[in-house]
């Protein structure tokens, strides 16, 4: 298996062969398409000097020549007829063409240079063969020539091509190292995060990792310990939930064994008997209703179509006369008084089911705990965006260290009253679970004048 940090050197090597091949096609284009033509033209106005300077001094054309040549040019002379003389290093390829010699025997210049054929991987420049010269025509004591003439490369560029070889290599075997060494800092860091991946698989969540960097590994290790933190968090609720539930079953389990016992004795008498009955099916009940809201709860969780929204619009003012109906004998026992501002024109979207199911559970709550006189208000309005509810009491309020944990299951602010009042602690769970189905938010503010609950629905 290949390694990040094997995989990123063959990228690196890769890049640098792929940038440099296409580097020398890219300006063999740009010579072929631009330089080759003012190069001939160029070196056609050198051999135009040169010619001139022998046709003036005929007796000393072979040392002028030589001396050309050995200024850095390649040249050869031929009069057409097997007389041929060559001056400095010798062609690579002698590969000129009889009809050229002929053309610039005739008087004509011969434009090899710019006629050179382009290829690829081929630079005419550094490319030394015969017909890749230009030729003038050359009179000398009354015998005509042909000269043609070439720059000599390598005694002009030689030790300037070695330097920047020199440097082309350094550059990228530098360049090289750095980028290996510089992998390291963004490998290692990746490695790490492997390492911790692995021990959050086998439970521990407990992972230390540098979140200093500023740059998206920083960020990644920012957001990898947040989502550790939120594991360890979902893994204790997990443990704590499995721990409630046992305990809620447990405690009415133990209630109705130890009281159908004592209804299975006969010495009792039918008013102990009718009491201890009426004890074992209140517990039934409550392990009822703790069951179906279980069931609920993890439908809502696991998305089941049943408990998803549906494209049903419908009065939010009469779901709340149907939920204060309901409660409407719980409020005349307590003497509560309602007030309700909810404009018949707000409509919303959503599982009518679900959503009455909210109101009930808050209202519920909210008329089981006030005191006898109190009052509750329910108030609704209608934005660009949202329909938004204020459910409040005039109680005696809920204390502020309990409000983070409200919607937390089966989370209770007074553990014996709601255990004797047959809650589950999972009423206000649900509640927030339905809310955000709807995508909607839920909060709650308290204080010693009452509690206010705050139902945010969005228009779907």
């Given amino acids: 298996m290949r390694t990040l940090y094997v995989r990123v050197f063959l990228i690196t090597i890769a890049v640098i062969i792929v940038s440099s091949v296409l580097g020398f096609l890219f ?33 000393t054309m072979d040392r002028y020549l030589i001396n050309a040549a050995s200024l850095g040019y390649e ?37 090899g240079v710019a006629q050179f054929p382009s290829k690829p991987f081929v630079t005419g420049f550094f490319d030394n063969q015969l017909s890749n010269t ?10 005509h020539y042909a000269m043609f003439m070439r720059p000599d490369v390598i005694l002009q ?19 090289v190292l750095i ?67 046992s305990h809620e079953i447990q405690s009415p389990l133990t209630s109705i064994q130890g009281f159908a016992q004592l209804v299975a004795d006969r010495e009792l008498s039918e008013q102990e008997r009718e009491h201890y009955a009426s004890i ?11 069951s179906k809201q279980l069931l609920v709860l993890s439908s809502l969780e696991q998305g089941h179509d049943d408990m998803t929204p549906t494209e049903t619009t419908f009065s939010l003012r009469g779901q709340f006369r149907q939920a204060v109906q309901v409660l409407q004998w719980q409020l005349e026992e307590k003497e509560l008084l309602l007030r309700m501002s909810v404009p018949e024109s707000i409509q ?49 309020g809920i ?44 909060e709650v503010s308290s204080s010693s004048e009452g509690t206010i609950f705050k139902i945010t629905l969005p228009q779907m």
Avoid at 85 to 97: N, S
Avoid at 157 to 164: A, D, N, P, Y
Avoid at 416 to 441: D, F, P, W
């Fill in 348 to 396: 919303i979207t959503g599982n009518e089911v679900l959503l009455m199911q909210v109101w009930m559970n808050l209202l519920g709550n909210a008329v089981q705990h006030l005191p006898i006189g109190r009052s509750i208000e329910i108030r609704a309005e209608q934005t660009d965006t949202a329909c938004v509810v204020h459910i409040s009491d005039t109680g005696d």
């Fill in 157 to 175: 560029f030689g030790e300037l091509r070695i330097f920047f070889a020199l440097i082309w290599a350094l550059t990228v075997g530098v360049s």
């Fill in 399 to 442: 204390p502020e260290e309990h409000l983070p944990f409200l919607f937390d299951r089966f989370y209770r602010v007074d553990e014996a009253r709601e255990r004797s009042s047959g809650g589950t602690g999972l009423g206000l769970a649900i509640v927030q679970k339905i809310i955000r189905i709807h995508r909607g938010t839920i």
């Fill in 280 to 290: 074992i099916e209140k517990e039934s009940r409550h392990l009822s209703l703790l």
């Fill in 179 to 245: 980028f290996l060494f510089s992998t390291r800092y963004l490998v290692n860091p990746i490695e790490r995060l492997s390492e911790a991946t692995k021990r959050i698989a086998q439970g521990n969540y407990k992972v230390k990792l540098n979140t200093a960097r500023r740059d998206e590994i920083g960020q990644l290790a920012q957001h990898f310990m947040t989502m550790s933190r939120e594991l360890e968090r979902v893994d204790q609720a997990r443990q704590q939930f499995v721990s409630n539930v």
């Fill in 134 to 143: 230009v030729g003038v025509p050359l009179q000398v004591g009354g015998t």
């Fill in 75 to 111: 040249i050869y002379v031929t009069d057409g007829q097997g007389h041929e003389q060559f001056y400095g290093r010798e062609f690579r390829e002698k590969d000129l063409d009889k009809q050229a010699v002929e053309l610039v025997l005739g008087g004509e210049v011969y434009h």
């Fill in 27 to 59: 300006s063999n284009i740009y010579y072929h398409a631009k330089l080759k033509a003012f190069n001939d033209e160029k070196l056609v106005g050198i051999a135009m000097d040169m010619k001139q300077f022998a046709e003036e001094q005929p007796d």
